[in-house]
């Protein structure tokens, strides 16, 4: 039987994801003096994508991520998302 997480630790695990990947990309680095509307940009599609992932996860509570991303997108367009996020 495989690993499971709880709801809990996958929604850690998106906001840690969102928050610790954000230096990465020096978001507005070219924006200058409006660097703070590509922030809160690039803040608010990163809250999107935490609910969308939440709101997915809610369907099948017992699924892993893979299986999640699966049933919502189906067998072949789920892999590719699935592949991707990895």
Do not use: H, N
């Amino acid at each position: 039987m495989p690993a499971q997480i709880s709801k809990y630790q996958l929604f850690v695990m998106i906001v840690l994801f969102e928050i610790g990947s954000t230096p990465l990309f020096a978001l507005g680095s070219s924006a200058k003096q409006d660097a703070w509307i590509a922030m809160l940009a690039a803040a608010l599609a990163g809250f999107f994508l935490l609910l969308l992932f939440i709101a997915i996860q809610r369907r099948a509570p017992d699924q892993d991520l893979m299986g999640l991303l699966k049933l919502s997108f189906g067998k072949w367009m789920g892999t590719i998302v699935g592949v991707s996020f990895a």
